[in-house]
């Protein structure tokens, strides 16, 4: 089993930045790519940007050159560096990470809420 607790999430205006971090811990040897999801109200949940073991990274359109994901392997911790928020940036973050075998985890989210 994998446990992951996202924070970082809050109230920010637009224009403004926030650091969202994901630890994880348990069995979290074999854990490969992880990565930044979110689910604003009434939408279905999207991929923000992943990481893999080895560091490759992908962003979605929307937050490409605003948003910046990393992860520190020996602290077992994920992090999105997000600049320049939106109000449409605005969503529960969830963090997810994925075990050799198939397995999927996710935390249990993190609010990010951009006014305007």
């Known amino acids: 089993q994998v446990q992951l607790v996202e924070s970082g999430g809050g109230l920010v205006q637009a224009g403004g930045s926030l650091r969202l971090s994901c630890v994880a811990s348990?069995?979290?040897?074999?854990?490969?790519?992880m990565g930044w999801y979110r689910q604003a109200p009434g939408k279905q949940r999207e991929l923000v940007a992943y990481?893999?073991?080895?560091?490759?990274?992908n962003y979605a359109n929307s937050v490409k050159g605003r948003f910046t994901i990393s992860r520190d392997n020996a602290k077992n911790t994920m992090y999105l560096q997000m600049n320049s928020l939106k109000p449409e940036d605005t969503a529960v973050y969830y963090c997810?990470?994925?075990?050799?075998?198939?397995?999927?985890?996710w935390g249990q989210g993190t609010q990010v809420t951009v006014s305007s």
């Open positions: 997810k990470a994925e075990r050799v075998g198939a397995f999927v985890y």
């Open positions: 990481i893999t073991s080895s560091g490759g990274t």
């Open positions: 348990g069995s979290i040897f074999s854990i490969s790519t």
